[in-house]
């Protein structure tokens, strides 16, 4: 079965460590029930079926590469890095690490009132295989593509009807209605430009949050 | 200015890495005394990269028009993938056009290259004092170009910040 632990560095005795806390990182970690789980250093390299949650705004002498380096996605030991600003997390791509780019208070939010997503995730660890996707809103890529495509047919783009991928309209009503409910209809190109406001206002929730 | 979040959006990654990992979480949150303190003690070898900072905010500078356009989308999004290129590239030319009108990336970009090379004078001037052997080495010297850093850094945060933390639709 696997676990669940985390690292928060945050060190408050060197000044030039000092490293704002993470909001919501502790309460996270209380939905998977690893509040108590707390790492103070790497784990042993022997130890397998654990996904570690890693803060990533590291001070000086955070060693990221240390943690890159025990992840094994064959031992199902996995290292997700989380931050405060998780457009900042660089990692590359290596099996068994990942980055969990959404603000953890929204992340929180969003598993405390769907508890369905939580047991996805820990099913797909338990697979060898974690679902980032469980941490975020579902895909809403056609929605955007009809966004994009609306945006040209209103400023004179042709588009052949029949252009157009026969799903992109359905499944871009369907995505929309996803986020805010009823009241589109997607049913030919054209509506795209008659209600290319209500589209573009359903992608707003998408956004990062702040300003930019 | 509506931005939408993605992974693909390189640019917006290096915005936040320099505005937030460099600036507020390197060199911002730190006083002259501390710097000082660092010099005299067991030094502080990140400082030797922050030149090379300043040269990846230079080049953040250059992407600007680019790199937070939605025009990336049309080759991101598997939806049009499917679109005959010629009726992709009419799409992607206009949602380009589309947000240079909304977002104006020349400023932008001008106003992330005159803060760094700002900042990146400051920072020389002060890897001159900070380089000097110990007996020669002044901490009121060192205070006052840690100072002129940190009075650089602050407008280069800003127009950081000032930067879309994703892709912008028009």
Known sequence: ?212 | MLVLESESCLAAIRRGQLKHSWLENQVLNKTPDIVVMLRRGNGWPVLQRFTADTEQALALADEIEFGFSPARLVSDCAPLAALPEELRHAIREVVHTAYLECFDTENAAQRIRETTVTMKSALLKLLDEWDKPDDALSDAGLQSRWRAVLDAAEPLRDALDALPKGIVLP
């Open chain 1, 1 to 212: 079965m696997v676990k669940y632990c985390w690292f928060d560095h945050r060190v408050h005795d060197k000044p030039n460590c000092l490293v704002p806390e993470l909001e919501a990182f502790s309460s996270l970690m209380t939905l998977f029930g690893a509040a108590d789980r707390k790492l103070t250093s790497l784990p042993s390299a022997c130890d397998s079926n654990y996904t570690c949650f890693i803060h990533a705004d590291g001070p000086n002498g955070f060693r990221q590469k240390d943690w890159v380096g025990i992840a094994d996605a064959t031992k199902r030991r996995f290292v997700i890095f989380v931050s405060s600003h998780p457009e900042t997390i660089n990692v590359s791509t290596i099996p068994g690490v990942y980055a969990l780019r959404k603000p953890l208070p929204r992340v929180v939010k969003l598993m405390s009132s769907e508890p369905a997503r939580l047991e996805q995730f820990k099913r797909s660890c338990e697979s060898g295989n974690p679902d980032m996707s469980c941490f975020g809103h579902p895909d809403h890529e056609h929605l955007i593509a009809a966004y994009l495509v609306g945006v040209a047919l209103s400023r004179g783009t042709t588009i052949d009807d029949t252009a157009l991928p026969v799903e992109l309209l359905p499944n871009a009503q369907a995505e929309y209605h996803s986020l805010i409910g009823a009241g589109i209809s997607l049913s030919k190109p054209d509506d795209l430009k008659t209600q290319l406001n209500l589209i573009r206002q359903a992608l707003v929730p998408l956004r990062q949050g702040g300003t930019c």
